[in-house]
Every structure is written in C-alpha cells, then in structure tokens.
C-alpha cells in the first residue's frame, strides 16, 4: 500500500479547457493509482464550484437577474453534484468525496453568490483579470481554513491545475512531510501582478510542502514561466498531454466554400480583436463569413465587441452565440478555415479538434502552438499580433484544400486517447513519488 493521496481537481463538463482535462482524465487515473495502491480522496476547489455556476448562469441566461432565482442556483448546484457522481462510477469508485465538506463548499457559494449578484456592478469593477489570481487566492483561502481540520494530511498531494485557488488548497491541505505535485495546464500568467502572484503561491507550496515534481501538458507554460526551474529541477512534460474527445468527428467533410470560424472563449488574450481587424482586410477582398462562437470573457468584452462591427463597418459576421459541445461540432465541421489570433495557451484543443474535423488552421506563433503543430501542413503560423499576415493567410488558405499527410495522421493518433494521457500521467506520478530526496 502506497498511502493517501489528496488530489485537487476541478473535473467538470464545461467549456475550459483545463476542467475538461480533469473531467475526462480523473477517473481513469484514479483507477490506475488505486490499482497500484494509492488510497485517493478528491478536493474541489470552492472557486472551481462557484465558476461551474457562473459559467451556467452566463450561457443559459442574464446573471444580473438570475440570483432572484434561488431555484436555478439549486439546480445548477445538483447539476454539479450529479457530474461528481457520474466520476464517481466511471472511475469505479476509486476515489472518495467528503460530502459533508462538499456540502460546506456549496453553502460556502451559495453565500458569496447571493452577494456578487446583487451589486454585480461593484464585483465587475473589483474583478479585474489583473487581480484575479488574487481574488481568487483569498476566496479559496478563506474556505479552506474552516475545513482544513476536517482533512488528515496526505502522504501525498497532487493538483492537476496550475491556479492560485487549486495551489492554495493543496498547500493549505498538506503537510512538510507530504510529497507533492502540480500539473500545469497554463503558464503562471502574462500580467505582472498575476504572475507574481502565482509564483509566490508556488514558493509557498515548496517552502511548506516537499514539492518533488512539476508536470506540464506541453512545453509552452515552462517555457513562458522560466523562474520555476528555480523552485524545482523535476520539470516534465507528458507526451500526450491531451487528447482528442470521443465526441468530436474525425471525418473530414465537404466545406462550405469561404468560410472562416472562431471558437472558444472570447476575450482579449484569445485575439478577438485582433480578428476584427484582420477581418476589415479580408471583407474587402473576399466575399468570405466569419463566424464565431463562445462566450465572452465578460460584459465589458462583448459591448466592446459589438462596438467594434458597428465602427469597422463588417457586414459578414456571425455571432452563433454559446453552443454545446454536440451542435459546436455539427458546426464546425462545415466550415473550412480555423482563425485563431491567440496570445496565450498551453496546447490549444481547439486547433486539435479543428485539424481532427479537417479545418486549415491559421494562427499566432505563440510558444504552445510551435512546438506542438509546427511540423503539420494544414497549420499556418503568423507573427504574433501581426493581423495583417493574419489576414493574408486566412485568405491564401481559403483558396487551398485541406491534406490529411501523414504527419497530421501521426499526429492525430498520439493524441487520440485520454487512456493513454492518463497512463502517461500516472507514471510520472508514480516515479515522482517514489523520490526520496527534494528535487
């Protein structure tokens, strides 16, 4: 028998990337550790309950209105519960839920919620992107301190996210004496106070925990975050990191001719402006549509938006609005071409499943996309920021035809299977683990 294992995880079914990861991942590596003798008990960070919630509230309808509906909170609350038992069986029962504590942590948001809705203005004023890591530590910390003697320190700990709130309870939860390790789904952030933020929530993990290991899904976030090399030496990418859903279709299907589409969350960091502008170039070269597709960051994003069409003058675009994921790709399968302007990312499952339906893909050179697509014909990578060559390439790849060489099949295989991603994980895991000395 190995010993308990505490893993912090936020395993939902909704549209970030990071909580798909988990949903998909948890239950198969839970199984493979309990299989080798690890005793697995599962921690949802409160944050990650309350973005479940709003990540609901925003898609189904006005979170500004919705809190006077205590019933949809109710609802969306069982929902959550429900997906937690659904992981529950998937993984045979081969990690356990305090359900009192659970139970706290819904109260816990319940109380918090109430509260951000009714002066929504204020909330939208303090929580900045800048001050979010912040925020988010303070919030998760204020939770964990009212639990954390409710939990037995684990000889082991695990937090299969990189964010200030997952590293908090972990370090929060844990003991000196308990070996642990964090995956990084994302760098450590681009803004100065985020970033500062989240490397001294690292310090803090290694300096009251006995941090023997760091994993990351692919290189970009150790690349972009090079200071944690000075908190550990066992750095380690998994290879796959990722993989493909069983729901998405890998049939390439005839195209509807000139037609470009983004999808995935709306915001600043994703390029979405820079999109616009690249946009103003093309419609006035090619008679091409451009739809899009996601939520937006915030209300702040999407008044910007609107703003932006109206001031540029762009008569062909599409705002499909938030799909789920069963008519995003009936979607997205039709059209040809994947824009995608993004400052920011670890992997990019979006262009994974674009290149999957048989979209070229036109994109930013950012760190996660050279090393992961560089060598796949159908990915064309642009200067960062440059939304002319943006634009100029979203036009040259209109005219050309999408190839499935073997180097995109090679590719699509490795990452085909969230078994292989989690065996990949358990046995870096399992080695980390098994070190004697701090790295």
């Known amino acids: 028998m190995k010993g308990s294992l505490l893993i912090i995880s936020m395993p939902f079914k909704v549209g970030v990337g990071g909580f798909l990861r988990s949903y998909y991942v948890l239950p198969k590596l839970t199984r493979l550790l309990s299989e080798n003798g690890y005793e697995v008990e599962l921690y949802i960070p409160a944050n990650a309950l309350r973005t479940f919630i709003k990540f609901h509230l925003r898609t189904e309808q006005d979170e500004q209105v919705s809190w006077k509906h205590s019933w949809l909170l109710d609802e969306l609350f069982d929902s959550a519960l429900n997906e937690i038992d659904c992981l529950e069986k998937q993984s045979k029962y081969t990690f356990v839920v305090n359900e009192k504590l659970l139970k706290k942590n819904i109260e816990y948001n319940r109380l918090i919620l109430s509260r951000e809705f009714k002066q929504a203005s204020l909330y939208n004023l303090v929580l900045s992107e800048e001050l979010r890591p912040l925020l988010i530590h303070l919030y998760e910390k204020k939770f964990v301190n009212t639990i954390g003697s409710s939990f037995s320190k684990p000889l082991y700990g695990y937090s299969m996210h990189e964010t200030a709130d997952a590293v908090t309870a972990l370090t929060t939860l844990s003991s000196k004496e308990t070996k642990v390790v964090v995956l990084l ?149 039709r059209f040809s071409t994947l824009a995608y302007p993004s400052y920011r990312d670890s992997f990019s499952m979006t262009v994974l499943e674009s290149l999957a339906m048989g979209l070229k893909v036109v994109a930013y050179d950012i760190p996660a996309l050279r090393y992961i697509y560089n060598e796949c014909r159908n990915v064309t990578l642009v200067p960062t920021g440059d939304f002319k060559q943006l634009a100029l390439n979203i036009i040259e790849n209109l005219k050309k035809p999408f190839e499935r060489d073997d180097t995109t099949t090679k590719f699509l295989n490795l990452y085909s299977s969230w078994e292989k991603v989690a065996l990949e994980e358990y046995k870096h895991l399992n080695k980390l683990f098994s070190l004697d000395k701090l790295s």
């Not at 380690?236 to 998405?248: F, I, K, N, T």
């Open 185 to 333: 789904q994302l760098d450590l952030g681009k803004r100065i106070v985020e970033k500062i933020v989240n490397i001294r929530l690292f310090e803090n993990l290694r300096k009251k925990t006995k941090l023997v290991g760091i994993l990351s899904v692919s290189p970009a976030p150790i690349i972009e975050t090079p200071k944690l090399h000075r908190l550990c030496n066992n750095i380690e990418v998994l290879v796959p990191g990722l993989s493909l859903g069983e729901d998405v279709p890998c049939e390439a299907k005839l195209k509807e001719l000139g037609t470009v589409v983004y999808y995935g969350r709306i915001s600043k960091e994703k390029g979405i402006f820079d999109l616009l502008k690249a946009w103003r170039i093309i419609e006035k070269k090619e008679d091409a549509v451009l739809y899009i597709t996601g939520k937006f960051e915030d209300y702040k994003t999407k008044a910007e938006f609107e703003k932006t069409i109206k001031e540029y003058g762009l008569k062909r675009v599409v705002y499909l609005g938030y799909l789920d994921r069963k008519r995003l790709f009936e979607t997205i399968t």
